[in-house]
T-cell receptor, first 117, second 114 residues
Framework: AQSVTQLGSHVSVSEGALVLLRCNYS??????LFWYVQYPNQGLQLLLK??????LVKGINGFEAEFKKSETSFHLTKPSAHMSDAAEYFC???????????????FGQGTILTVHP | EAQVTQNPRYLITVTGKKLTVTCSQN?????MSWYRQDPGLGLRQIYY???????DKGDVPEGYKVSRKEKRNFPLILESPSPNQTSLYFC?????????????FGPGTRLTVL
């Protein structure tokens, strides 16, 4: 069974600083990879996803993530944090193979991002 | 507006009192799913449905039931709620349910079972 690990349940940065949220997966075959964001009192919305092709994926709100097969990682970055980025971020994976995992997302534990003025 | 709606948004109930959380989507999506979110555990899938009358268990189905009689609706039923089902619940849908598809989430239902 695949798993997802997000390093750091809480990350705190200053406004304007680099944001780096870490995600590693465990899967024998590279899965589809997603980052979702959850703003306070809201549901999750997709930030970006990697399915195939270019390993650097750009998403909404200036975020991007790079798929590194050799490191089994899909870290999320943003060059300059904004106060509005404060939220909880979830990394998720979905198997490329296996009918029984069709449509199933496996989520990491989540990382709460705090942005200080 | 394309959306997934859930009702109620907040619910406090007592042990053993049957309840239903409704979920509806207006995007003609075939795939729908229920998750629960607990601190430090991320989201875990309860049940999912690939289409009308087709449902299957996720990772944590015990104590829950679902039905999919219409394409747009996917209610979650707790026949005899217990305190360990206190959680934040999310409904989600996607167009095909394929492993690369984007899931669209409802706003969540915060359930407290006393």
């Amino acid at each position: 069974a695949q798993s997802v690990t997000q390093l750091g349940s809480h990350v705190s940065v200053s406004e304007g600083a680099l944001v780096l949220l870490r995600c590693n997966y465990s899967s024998s075959v590279p899965p589809y990879l997603f980052w979702y964001v959850q703003y306070p009192n809201q549901g999750l919305q997709l930030l970006l996803k990697y399915t195939t092709g270019a390993t650097l994926v750009k998403g909404i709100n200036g975020f991007e993530a790079e798929f590194k097969k050799s490191e089994t990682s899909f870290h999320l970055t943003k060059p300059s944090a904004h106060m509005s980025d404060a939220a909880e971020y979830f990394c998720a994976v979905s198997d490329r193979v296996g009918v029984d995992s069709y449509g199933k997302l496996t989520f990491g534990q989540g990382t709460i991002l705090t942005v200080h003025p | 507006e394309a959306q997934v709606t859930q009702n109620p948004r907040y619910l406090i109930t007592v042990t053993g009192k049957k309840l239903t959380v409704t979920c509806s989507q207006n995007m003609n999506h075939e795939y729908m799913s229920w998750y629960r979110q607990d601190p430090g555990l991320g989201l875990r899938q309860i049940y999912y449905s690939m289409n009308v009358e087709v449902t299957d268990k996720g990772d944590v189905p015990e104590g829950y039931k679902v039905s999919r009689k219409e394409k747009r609706n996917f209610p979650l039923i707790l026949e005899s709620p217990s305190p360990n089902q206190t959680s934040l619940y999310f409904c989600a849908s996607s167009s095909s349910g394929g492993p690369a598809s984007t899931q669209y989430f409802g706003p969540g239902t915060r359930l407290t079972v006393l």
